[in-house]
């Protein structure tokens, strides 16, 4: 069956970019990138279990279209997300004699594109780059947008800038290639595009849900609404001011639960995090009298069928609340010293709080271990 192309714009004025999702797009990487270019050349970041998999076919695409490149493949996994990676990036850019005029090619997953788009943000006061997410949590979240950014120990994505990329070329097809664990982990993320605004999306999927990976069709109408849903906030609010805050349902918990793993990718993945931070979410609402109690069942029961943790108890030699709710404090939604959390009237309609009462929250925690 053939899977058509679907293009999802991202309204920016003079730094709008189109998202491109369909199956086989890399082999046209080259025909897609060379109008972007002034010089036929470009520099690829990546990772080693992507370059191993992928970097071929990426370059017979530039090669066919006459593009000169250079790699760097890093380690894998949310460690490479740190100063030492960011400053190896930028000197082997440097070295590679990357110009104002240049462009970088973020090749890979969530890390690899936060970590090579900060890199070409800084790079000579800001470079170009494009998004090539090879992941299910890149494509439907972390490439669009231009959040780049490295962790710190304090916490995640501390260090980082606005950055967006000039086109994003989402290839689904390249999901075939990821473990099971890695394409539920980014599951998380697209699930939480139905639980935030769009309680038909979030129906779809739970019939859906766990025959998408093997559903081509299925699988880009998935990455497509949550690149649309995510590109309609960006549009409204890029720095995130207000809106854009939604997009962070789950993250509160999940990057606490992240930084107290110490970014361990064996224990916790960034969306298992972002999967438990959502059930915490719906549970903390209920607890409030926010939103419906079989609200969070239905959250709870659909990350169970999905194979994702919904509970702390998920996750071993997690420290105690206390130490959590710390955890919390150093999160970028901290406003004016209070704890900002996306909670829930029910699926499909969440919203930004920040007099949430800690005791609750603890509360919350307390009854999911």
Known sequence: MTVSLTTVPVDLGPRSYEVRIAPGLLAEAGTAIAPLLRRPRVAIVTDETVAALHLPALEEALDHAGIAHKTLALPPGEA?????????????????QVERGGL??????????????????????GVRFVQLPTTLLAQVDSSVGGKTGINSPAGKNLIGAFHQPSLVLADTAVLGTLAPRDFRAGYGEVVKYGLLGDAAFFTWLEG??????????????????????????VARDETEEGERALLNLGHTFGHALEAATGYDGARLLHGEGVAI???????LSARLGLCPQEAPSRVA????????????????????????????????KVKDGKLRFVLARDIGDAFVADDVPMEAVAATLAAAR
């Open 104 to 125: 970088v090619l973020a090749f890979g997953g969530g890390v690899i594109g936060d970590l090579a788009g900060f890199a070409a943000a800084i790079l000579r006061r």
């Open 301 to 332: 029961a659909h990350l169970a069928a999905m194979g994702l943790p919904s509970r702390l108890a998920d996750v071993p030699g997690l420290p105690d609340d206390a130490a959590l709710i710390a955890l919390m404090g150093q999160d970028k």
């Open 208 to 233: 859906a849900g766990p025959g998408l990976a093997s559903d081509p069709a299925a699988l880009v109408r998935a990455v497509a609404r949550g690149v649309e849903m995510k590109a309609g906030v």
């Open 277 to 283: 931070g959502c059930a915490l979410a719906f549970d």
């Open 80 to 96: 490479t997300k740190g100063w030492a990676s960011l400053q190896r990036v930028v000197e082997w850019l440097l070295a590679a």
